[in-house]
């Protein structure tokens, strides 16, 4: 399979995958803008190339928020995308206190392309909540989710100075926006 044909298939199976889910904005975003979005954030501002990384950020949520197993990624994707999915995968079963505790504690140990995946997703994360928030959410709620990533990507180790300059800048951003 082409580097090219695997990022595709993955787009696709992405977007089955959570064909009915939305995102919690004003507007109610088709959920796969968000894993479309921290592929093209590890592509454009990372420089990032590898297609294994791109497809495994765009497949990162489906263990996490569909039926998917791991067995249909190793199927469809391979053992690394897989891997680094599962990598970037919270465990459901935990409280959510313990599973964002659990975030901050285990970046310190990913691997360079989970690392990756994640500044992707939280630099998503945080332009969505900073431009169109989900409508639940306080500026309380928007700033403690501000600090929480930044206590993950802080601990995560340093391998991409565009994608971290960028997640501060952005941080920062998301920031002024609210207070």
Known sequence: MSHNQLILKATHFAAQKHRDQRRQDEEISPYINHPISVARAISEIGDIEDPEVLAAALLHDTLEDTETTPEELIDNFGEKVCRLVQEVTDDKSL??????????????????????????????NVTDITNTPPTSWDSKRCLEYFDWAEKVINNCPKVNQALENYFAKSIKTGRESIE
Not at 101 to 124: F, P, R, V
């Open 95 to 124: 409280p959510k206190l313990e599973r964002k505790q659990k975030q901050i504690d285990h970046a310190a140990e990913l691997s360079e392309g989970a690392i990756l995946i994640k500044l992707g997703d939280k630099i998503s």
